[in-house]
């Protein structure tokens, strides 16, 4: 954080330039540094996270998942958006309201699922899912209803 508080845009290019959106990424960036400063600022509550360019949901969950903080929500990524409706815990596309319905059917102390589904997502329920070697399909609304 420090030296993202020193730093301007062009100098995260070479780091981060084969991320999609990568110049906006680049400026939210170097705006957090200038606004935070110090590593020891950087906050964990979901109101201060989210008030931080680029920052929604998504990224606080995880940042607040990654600092050991007890989760205030599910993360959603466009991962989640693919399986969670599969296994049949939500329904739509709009990260928000799939979060909602996660939380709603899902006990708090179970809220890391997102950061699971994520991962199931992108080794194994991908946009061809692998449902022959998936640990889910007993439980899976798209596996009961494709077999
Ligand atoms: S059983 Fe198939 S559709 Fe269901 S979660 Fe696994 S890979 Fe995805």
Redesign the pocket.
Known sequence: MQSLAKAVPEDLYPFIGKVRNFANKAKWLVEIGHTIKKNSNIPLSMDELTALPGIGRKSANVIRREAGEAPEGVIVDLHVVR?AP??GIATGADPKKIEKQIMDVVPAKYWDAGMAMSF?GRE???PQ???DI????EY????KANR
Do not use: S, T
């Not at 998936?134 to 399909?137: A, G, H, I, L, Q």
């Not at 899976?140 to 596996?143: F, L």
């Open positions: 399986v599969r296994l199931l194994i329920c991908r899912p692998k449902c998936c640990f889910m399909k899976c609304a798209y596996y």
